[in-house]
């Protein structure tokens, strides 16, 4: 598209006053106000052509990969022109998650064969964010119009939780576990994976006695064991809508996406296998398992994908989906929410078959809303009411915590500023307890 710019404006305005100030003087004389329009209108027609078209332009953007909420980046905007342009400007098209730091566009700076810009934004909340479209324009050589493209762009910043200052008390909590040279204790008679051969010492199980080697050697020896590594584990979370709603501020599925990748990151380290389940209405996000330290990059960028849902959430299609997916024994860690137990029914029932080969364990958040309104003085008789109604929706989801434990699912209702150390605790205990 093209574009007349204020020198444009201004050209035609001084051309078209002489001409009429001509017409009305000497009448005989109206071809030449007519010639000099014809005159202006030639220069612009020549100013548009001679700018460089769509075919000649090259442009492209540069921003990282992944960026934490709050943090602040720069994205480069490089243009290239056939020959040299007079001016250029770009505009840069983003969505909701990032704040610009500076405005969204400007002049870029020539240099000898393109034009670059430098643009600050920050990461304002969890998810994918893109940069979807790109205005770029450039004068013509006379400096009458502006030649103008739109490119549509596909760049995505995967913008993830701060988890530096969880992360720190998990590794304090991990090292509890650990000796000083920073290898995971072995505790005799614990787990299930072959160790050692020991002489057998008073006290000890009689199980742990190896009969065959001990008639060998002629003399009592036991076996050793330590905690298995190599568990695979499932971190599956409910973006449902009920998990949106924000706790203190933070959706409730970013402070579960947070947990996660803390407990992601120390199970990588102990050696265990982690894949990512995310859902609402359907399965959103699936990775495979991956092991080792080196894959929780993709681990959170898999999680940066899970997207903010308005819609019910459908665990019977969720919980089987995984179910197929499961070859093998593994820790379930679902991260959702339920309000009564008529909602939570249909979850109740997959649950009870899930529970029949894996180990599920359920990871929530208190409702500080409702225990402050369960707890509230009873000032006025709207005050009464309101409390009542908490109490009643506290006792409710009891009850369904209560079901959840005897289908056999473990459930942890922790604080919100306590979720992620709270699973990590829980996932050493079941670690060391040999129940994965």
Same mark, same amino acid.
């Given at each position: 598209?093209?574009?007349?710019?204020?020198?444009?404006?201004?050209?035609?305005?001084?051309?078209?006053?002489?001409?009429?100030?001509?017409?009305?003087?000497?009448?005989?004389?109206?071809?030449?106000?007519?010639?000099?329009?014809?005159?202006?209108?030639?220069?612009?027609?020549?100013?548009?052509?001679?700018?460089?078209?769509?075919?000649?332009?090259?442009?492209?953007?540069?921003?990282?990969?992944?960026?934490?909420?709050?943090?602040?980046?720069?994205?480069?905007?490089?243009?290239?022109?056939?020959?040299?342009?007079?001016?250029?400007?770009?505009?840069?098209?983003?969505?909701?998650?990032?704040?610009?730091?500076?405005?969204?566009?400007?002049?870029?700076?020539?240099?000898?064969?393109?034009?670059?810009?430098?643009?600050?934004?920050?990461?304002?909340?969890?998810?994918?964010?893109?940069?979807?479209?790109?205005?770029?324009?450039?004068?013509?050589?006379?400096?009458?119009?502006?030649?103008?493209?739109?490119?549509?762009?596909?760049?995505?910043?995967?913008?993830?939780?701060?988890?530096?200052?969880?992360?720190?008390?998990?590794?304090?909590?991990?090292?509890?576990?650990?000796?000083?040279?920073?290898?995971?204790?072995?505790?005799?008679?614990?787990?299930?994976?072959?160790?050692?051969?020991?002489?057998?010492?008073?006290?000890?199980?009689?199980?742990?006695?190896?009969?065959?080697?001990?008639?060998?050697?002629?003399?009592?020896?036991?076996?050793?064991?330590?905690?298995?590594?190599?568990?695979?584990?499932?971190?599956?979370?409910?973006?449902?809508? %009920?998990?949106?709603? +924000?706790? @203190?501020?933070?959706?409730? &599925?970013? $402070?579960? =996406?947070? !947990?996660?990748? *803390?407990?992601?990151?120390?199970?990588?380290?102990?050696?265990?296998?982690?894949?990512?389940?995310?859902?609402?209405?359907?399965?959103?996000?699936?990775?495979?398992?991956?092991?080792?330290?080196?894959?929780?990059?993709?681990?959170?960028?898999?999680?940066?994908?899970?997207?903010?849902?308005?819609?019910?959430?459908?665990?019977?299609?969720?919980?089987?989906?995984?179910?197929?997916?499961?070859?093998?024994?593994?820790?379930?860690?679902?991260?959702?929410?339920?309000?009564?137990?008529?909602?939570?029914?249909?979850?109740?029932?997959?649950?009870?078959?899930?529970?029949?080969?894996?180990?599920?364990?359920?990871?929530?958040?208190?409702?500080?809303?409702?225990?402050? %309104?369960?707890?509230? +003085?009873? @000032?006025?008789?709207?005050? &009464?009411? $309101?409390? =009542?109604? !908490?109490?009643? *929706?506290?006792?409710?989801?009891?009850?369904?915590?209560?079901?959840?434990?005897?289908?056999?699912?473990?459930?942890?209702?922790?604080?919100?500023?306590?979720?992620?150390?709270?699973?990590?605790?829980?996932?050493?205990?079941?670690?060391?307890?040999?129940?994965?």
């Amino acid at each position: 598209m093209i574009y007349p710019s204020g020198r444009a404006v201004w050209a035609g305005a001084a051309g078209a006053i002489p001409a009429f100030l001509i017409a009305l003087a000497l009448p005989s004389l109206w071809y030449l106000g007519l010639l000099w329009i014809c005159v202006l209108l030639a220069f612009l027609a020549v100013d548009a052509a001679a700018g460089r078209g769509r075919a000649s332009l090259d442009a492209t953007i540069h921003a990282p990969p992944q960026v934490s909420v709050g943090g602040q980046f720069t994205v480069n905007v490089t243009a290239r022109l056939s020959g040299r342009p007079r001016a250029v400007q770009a505009r840069l098209g983003h969505d909701e998650r990032l704040e610009p730091l500076g405005g969204t566009g400007g002049a870029l700076t020539a240099e000898a064969s393109s034009a670059s810009l430098d643009l600050k934004f920050q990461a304002l909340r969890r998810g994918m964010a893109r940069f979807d479209r790109l205005w770029v324009r450039w004068r013509g050589p006379f400096g009458l119009v502006w030649n103008q493209v739109v490119l549509p762009m596909d760049n995505k910043v995967a913008v993830l939780p701060d988890i530096r200052s969880a992360r720190d008390e998990a590794i304090t909590l991990l090292q509890r576990q650990s000796l000083p040279d920073g290898h995971a204790q072995r505790r005799a008679g614990q787990g299930r994976e072959f160790e050692a051969l020991k002489d057998y010492q008073p006290g000890m199980g009689r199980r742990m006695i190896d009969w065959k080697r001990s008639a060998r050697h002629g003399r009592l020896l036991a076996r050793e064991f330590r905690i298995e590594e190599n568990n695979n584990i499932v971190l599956a979370i409910d973006s449902g809508r %009920l998990m949106c709603e +924000p706790v @203190d501020g933070v959706p409730k &599925v970013d $402070r579960a =996406v947070t !947990a996660a990748l *803390l407990t992601a990151f120390i199970a990588l380290k102990g050696g265990d296998m982690i894949s990512l389940f995310g859902f609402d209405a359907r399965p959103r996000v699936s990775s495979g398992a991956v092991r080792g330290s080196a894959s929780f990059a993709m681990i959170q960028k898999r999680a940066a994908e899970i997207d903010y849902s308005t819609e019910e959430t459908n665990f019977t299609l969720a919980l089987t989906t995984l179910a197929a997916r499961l070859d093998r024994r593994s820790l379930v860690i679902i991260f959702t929410d339920f309000v009564d137990p008529i909602s939570a029914e249909l979850m109740l029932r997959t649950v009870g078959r899930l529970t029949e080969r894996h180990l599920v364990l359920f990871m929530m958040m208190k409702d500080v809303e409702l225990e402050t %309104l369960a707890d509230m +003085p009873p @000032d006025t008789p709207e005050d &009464v009411a $309101r409390s =009542v109604v !908490a109490g009643g *929706l506290l006792r409710e989801r009891q009850v369904v915590i209560g079901r959840l434990r005897l289908l056999g699912a473990h459930v942890i209702e922790a604080d919100h500023q306590r979720l992620g150390p709270a699973l990590v605790e829980r996932y050493l205990e079941l670690k060391q307890e040999d129940l994965l």
